[in-house]
């Protein structure tokens, strides 16, 4: 089965409302990225190494990352001689399916790592401040109680000003527990009582605050090794995900912060938020390809439920979708 009829397929096994977020919440990033991209097609009409070059600086000024770019554009050369492509606007189906290379790597690898039923969840979250991650917890809890979980959150950023009551603001407003202590109190303490709290009440999940403050402080890493072994004390594998939230808006910071919190303890995936208020929304391909991360949800809006869990082709599609369906369209009629 072709590229472009396995996508479709793929999509056709999801809600429409689900494409419809994605579409709306790539908007500014279609707009901008997708509207450069048809703009050189329609300058150059023949693919030569002019046109590789001016496609490499708009995927650079989409935040795609340079190595990324470099990589993209020379297979894309490659498979363009090979194809012998020469018309530029037979080159835009070629684009969206090595784009999507990038990001479908696998099925399962952008799943959250729930554990089986009886036993106990537990998802870190960490992240400098400002980037969502407090708000990301509050929608990712209202997400799994619609999914009939049991949640406790853990408010274990016990040193910036507001966090606590921030995070029992949005356990009292999607219902779910909160366990907290005063204002400057030890996190991994914090963490001890939220496990012990969460079996207690036979929570499927629980969803742990932490402290952000700048990421080059290193008494900040230290303190988040020592949150990890106090919930690895109580329960031996957990925790079970440890997720980095990072502002799609910050562009190529919101990498060096992935670096950096990447060496510091085992990231094993990443929450963007506000992509819907960026047009560089390829930060998405450059953590992907670079550091082999995978995307687990994206922020696409304000709304509680505006937290989506990141699926690669809808992604490209809410990007490409007017590509892609030409494309099927044009397979399924030969």
Same mark, same amino acid.
């Given at each position: 089965m072709s590229f472009f009829k396995k996508m479709k397929e793929?999509?056709?096994t999801q809600t429409d409302s689900v494409t419809d977020k994605f579409k709306d919440g790539l908007s500014k990033t279609r707009s901008s990225f997708v509207g450069a991209v048809n703009e050189l097609v329609k300058d150059y009409r023949i693919v030569d190494e002019d046109f590789f070059e001016e496609l490499e600086e708009i995927?650079?000024?989409? $935040? &795609?990352?340079?190595n990324t770019v470099m990589e993209l554009v020379d297979d894309?050369?490659?498979?363009?001689?090979?194809?012998?492509?020469?018309d530029a606007e037979n080159i835009r189906p070629l684009i969206?399916?090595?784009?999507?290379?990038?990001?479908v790597k696998s099925d399962e690898d952008t799943r959250l790592n729930l554990q089986p039923e009886g036993e106990l969840t537990v998802v870190l979250f960490v992240g400098v401040n400002g980037v969502g991650k407090t708000t990301t917890i509050g929608k990712m809890a209202h997400q799994l109680q619609q999914e009939g979980k049991k949640v406790v959150l853990a408010a274990g950023d016990t040193f910036r000003a507001g966090a606590i009551e921030q995070l029992e603001a949005w356990g009292a407003r999607v219902g779910? $527990? &909160?366990?907290?202590?005063q204002a400057g109190t030890d996190p991994a303490a914090v963490m001890y009582d939220a496990v012990q709290s969460a079996k207690s009440k036979k929570a499927d999940v629980l969803l742990c605050d932490t402290a952000g403050r700048l990421q080059n402080k290193v008494n900040l890493m230290n303190e988040l090794e020592k949150v990890k072994r106090v919930i690895t004390r109580e329960i031996p594998d957990a925790p079970h995900e440890v997720l980095l939230v990072l502002d799609a808006t910050t562009?190529?910071?919101?990498?060096?912060q992935a670096k950096t919190f990447g060496e510091a303890t085992k990231v094993t995936g990443i929450v963007l938020t506000k992509l819907d208020g960026t047009a560089k929304g390829?930060?998405?391909?450059?953590?992907?390809?670079?550091?082999?991360?995978?995307?687990?949800?994206?922020?696409?809006?304000?709304?509680?439920?505006d937290l989506q869990e990141f699926i690669p082709e809808q992604y490209v599609n809410g990007l490409f979708s007017d590509v892609v369906d030409q494309k099927a369209e044009e397979e399924q009629r030969s």
């Open positions: 793929k999509l056709s995927l650079i000024s989409a $935040d &795609v990352g340079v894309l050369r490659e498979e363009a001689k090979r194809r012998n492509i020469k969206t399916e090595k784009l999507s290379e990038l990001l779910v $527990d &909160v366990v907290k202590q562009g190529q910071n919101a990498m060096s390829g930060i998405v391909m450059a953590i992907r390809n670079e550091l082999d991360l995978p995307v687990k949800y994206v922020g696409l809006g304000e709304g509680v439920d």
